[in-house]
């Protein structure tokens, strides 16, 4: 039987049939660029890592250099709510950064520097300020001697301060004291439990004067507190440390002391369990639940961990990679030059990657989203994330804003031309026996 001419309804039939995205099953694409922003310049003669830090749920993002007055504050869509230079007799330093987790306001310390790598002491430059979301000053709080790491317990709202002199001070939301405690070193940073409970400070060791210029070498470097000041124990590593807690605050991990190890601690203090690597542990994160540990190791491996510090699964790489494990602790992200990889840590399996553009700088977790932010040398991005079975997912919705592709994606462009295409052939096909 001979087919009839095509006529313009059945034409336009093919051709919408031909470019009607129609789900896929099996494509799964981990991360989402949800959005990204320039950095603003700052002054950054040393092309320092930028160092971000987030609210429950992404609410607020604020962002510093080390060595630097500046800080930025955005929202959770990235747009910038306010920024500021500090000010003092001499130019000061963000030494660190605290956003409320609610997301009201952030917590800022600041301190002079000295010569020498040192600090200026005895100051009413000194301080720690509270900002509300807009910019606002609410108060000051003058530590005099230089104040280097905060924390906010997210149960009470009581913001804490570490010093110079190992003063740990803990404050209201107004800005009145309500606690202090005198610790045996410079408070560094702190890890909080979300729940309050559980602070860990760490301290400055001292141990590389002691063993090169014969200084004193402080008595413990790790101290353990509850959420009202109380320390419940001490420990010394004898080097510098990265914290780690779990969300009850039951699981503290603690990588560094004078070999890179990693260390595992009740809340009271006490070691349950030491682990070695090949090379030294460089940087730590772990799962909200505590079941989930990451280490990377200067020789770029990075280890998955349980919570008993057996082995899961280990990743070959190149050192100075950035990692983060998602708050479900079923996924790692590893921040490498121009992309960031997410791995299943129960198989090792690579879910996927995404580009970044340029080098990875910092990753982090955004709590209780399942999401991460990360930032290059030129910008911020936030990556919402799908793990887990396939999914079905149109073919012609997975193109990527902003130029940041999430997986190789038929452009719509090529698939109209297509279907144009195989339109003209049948055309001519059906009608060359006319």
Same mark, same amino acid.
């Given at each position: 039987?001979?087919?009839?001419?095509?006529?313009?309804?059945?034409?336009?039939?093919?051709?919408?049939?031909?470019?009607?995205?129609?789900?896929?099953?099996?494509?799964?694409?981990?991360?989402?660029?949800?959005?990204?922003?320039?950095?603003?310049?700052?002054?950054?003669?040393?092309?320092?890592?930028?160092?971000?830090?987030?609210?429950?749920?992404?609410?607020?993002?604020?962002? &510093?250099?080390?060595?630097?007055?500046?800080?930025?504050?955005?929202?959770?869509?990235?747009?910038?709510?306010?920024?500021?230079?500090?000010?003092?007799?001499?130019?000061?330093?963000?030494?660190?950064?605290?956003?409320?987790?609610?997301?009201?306001?952030?917590?800022?310390?600041?301190?002079?520097?000295?010569?020498?790598?040192?600090?200026?002491?005895?100051?009413?430059?000194?301080?720690?300020?509270?900002?509300?979301?807009?910019?606002?000053?609410?108060?000051?709080?003058?530590?005099?001697?230089?104040?280097?790491?905060?924390?906010?317990?997210?149960?009470?709202?009581?913001?804490?301060?570490?010093?110079?002199?190992?003063?740990?001070?803990?404050?209201?939301? &107004?800005?009145?004291?309500?606690?202090?405690?005198?610790?045996?070193?410079?408070?560094?940073?702190?890890?909080?439990?979300?729940?309050?409970?559980?602070?860990? *400070? *760490?301290?400055?060791? &001292?141990?590389?004067?002691?063993?090169?210029?014969?200084?004193?070498?402080?008595?413990?470097?790790?101290?353990?507190?509850?959420?009202?000041?109380?320390?419940?124990?001490?420990?010394?590593?004898?080097?510098?440390?990265?914290?780690?807690?779990?969300?009850?605050?039951?699981?503290?991990?603690?990588?560094?002391?004078?070999?890179?190890?990693?260390?595992?601690?009740?809340?009271?203090?006490?070691?349950?369990?030491?682990?070695?690597?090949?090379?030294?542990?460089?940087?730590?994160?772990?799962?909200?639940?505590?079941?989930?540990?990451?280490?990377?190791?200067?020789?770029?491996?990075?280890?998955?961990?349980?919570?008993?510090?057996?082995?899961?699964?280990?990743?070959?790489?190149?050192?100075?990679?950035?990692? *983060?494990?998602?708050?479900?602790?079923?996924?790692?992200?590893?921040?490498?030059?121009?992309?960031?990889?997410?791995?299943?840590?129960?198989?090792?399996?690579?879910?996927?990657?995404?580009?970044?553009?340029?080098?990875?700088?910092?990753?982090?977790?955004?709590?209780?989203?399942?999401?991460?932010?990360?930032?290059?040398?030129?910008?911020?991005?936030?990556?919402?994330?799908?793990?887990?079975?396939?999914?079905?997912?149109?073919?012609?919705?997975?193109?990527?804003?902003?130029?940041?592709?999430?997986?190789?994606?038929?452009?719509?462009?090529?698939?109209?031309?297509?279907?144009?295409?195989?339109?003209?052939?049948?055309?001519?096909?059906? &009608?060359?026996?006319?």
């Amino acid at each position: 039987m001979m087919l009839g001419k095509i006529t313009p309804f059945f034409f336009f039939f093919i051709l919408a049939f031909l470019i009607t995205p129609f789900p896929v099953m099996g494509l799964e694409y981990p991360l989402h660029p949800a959005w990204e922003v320039p950095l603003v310049p700052s002054d950054n003669p040393a092309n320092l890592s930028p160092v971000l830090h987030v609210a429950e749920e992404g609410r607020l993002i604020s962002l &510093n250099y080390p060595y630097s007055p500046d800080f930025f504050v955005y929202d959770g869509n990235g747009s910038l709510l306010f920024n500021k230079t500090l000010t003092a007799e001499k130019i000061p330093w963000v030494s660190s950064i605290t956003p409320v987790p609610d997301g009201t306001g952030i917590v800022i310390t600041q301190l002079v520097p000295g010569c020498c790598h040192g600090s200026v002491s005895n100051t009413t430059s000194n301080k720690v300020t509270f900002y509300d979301r807009s910019g606002r000053i609410v108060w000051d709080y003058v530590t005099y001697q230089p104040p280097l790491a905060s924390a906010v317990l997210p149960n009470t709202g009581d913001i804490v301060v570490g010093t110079e002199d190992g003063r740990i001070i803990g404050l209201d939301r &107004n800005g009145s004291v309500r606690w202090t405690t005198v610790v045996d070193a410079p408070v560094l940073s702190f890890a909080a439990s979300a729940d309050g409970s559980t602070l860990v *400070a *760490a301290g400055d060791s &001292n141990y590389d004067s002691w063993i090169h210029y014969g200084e004193r070498l402080s008595p413990y470097d790790l101290f353990f507190l509850d959420g009202t000041g109380s320390v419940l124990g001490k420990y010394q590593t004898r080097g510098q440390n990265t914290v780690a807690v779990s969300r009850n605050g039951s699981v503290i991990a603690v990588i560094g002391g004078r070999f890179g190890n990693l260390m595992m601690f009740n809340r009271t203090g006490t070691m349950t369990g030491e682990r070695s690597f090949p090379g030294a542990g460089t940087a730590l994160d772990i799962s909200d639940d505590g079941t989930r540990l990451v280490v990377e190791t200067s020789e770029g491996r990075v280890y998955a961990l349980d919570g008993k510090m057996q082995e899961i699964v280990s990743l070959p790489g190149e050192p100075g990679q950035r990692i *983060a494990v998602s708050d479900t602790g079923d996924v790692l992200a590893r921040g490498g030059n121009w992309n960031i990889t997410l791995y299943r840590i129960a198989t090792g399996e690579n879910l996927g990657t995404v580009q970044a553009g340029s080098g990875v700088r910092f990753i982090s977790a955004v709590p209780g989203t399942g999401s991460f932010v990360i930032s290059t040398g030129q910008k911020m991005s936030f990556f919402t994330m799908t793990t887990g079975k396939p999914y079905q997912e149109s073919v012609r919705d997975t193109a990527s804003p902003a130029g940041l592709p999430v997986t190789s994606t038929p452009f719509p462009e090529v698939v109209v031309i297509t279907a144009l295409g195989v339109c003209s052939i049948l055309h001519r096909v059906v &009608n060359k026996g006319k």
